[in-house]
């Protein structure tokens, strides 16, 4: 598992040193319809920091944030902003805790949308089946990465047209795809132009 972890950490850092589409093309080709010579633009992927997001063993991780190994944590991390569609991950959550009693949804980080998520969590009657970490160091997030089996992506705007309107028109490069990658996580997203076709390219994770 840990060996899967480290090929898949490298196989993702392929995509994170290389320019490509990653979402901001549409600002290149505005920029061009504004005059602005090609050669002038470069479109950059986002990425991860190799050295601090890196595969370290679940186990240590797990010890090191005092968790329980028996348990298998899902990582939603990033900012809680609603156009992230956190709350379609609880709802979405909620219907496997049913099935699966040794999972635990591991929420890091802080934003708008948190007390709304956390109400959602007490409405389901999960309330202990979700962690909420709050906003962490940036050296400790890859930690709790690194502790968990699956990184849930953002963007899941549902029946939302405005939403799916968007992400098609302007893709993904979401940091936190890249920075659980890094970490050796398999990754479920929507499937939202740029991000998705990497993670079909190096058979990554799961595109819903």
Known sequence: METDRSRLGAAAGLYFRHPGPAGYNYLAHWLAGQGVPAGRVAVVANGANPYLYRPIGRYSALAGLGLDPAKKYLCFAGNLAAWQGGNMVVEAFGRLA?????????????????????????????????IFTGRLPYHR???YMNACTIGIGGGW????????????????????????LACGLPVIIPDIPDLAGIVRRISCGLVV
């Not at 708008?112 to 389901?124: I, N, P, S, T």
């Not at 705007?157 to 659980?180: I, Q, T, W």
Request: charged share 25%; net charge positive.
């Open 141 to 143: 997030v890859p930690v």
């Open 157 to 180: 705007y549902g029946d939302n047209p405005l939403l799916e309107r968007r992400f098609r028109f302007s893709g993904s490069s979401a940091l936190k795809v890249y920075s659980y």
């Open 98 to 130: 049913r099935y699966y009693p040794d999972t635990v949804l591991l929420v890091i980080g802080e934003g708008q949308e948190k007390d709304v998520l956390e109400a959602k969590v007490r409405c389901l009657g999960i309330p202990g089946r979700v």
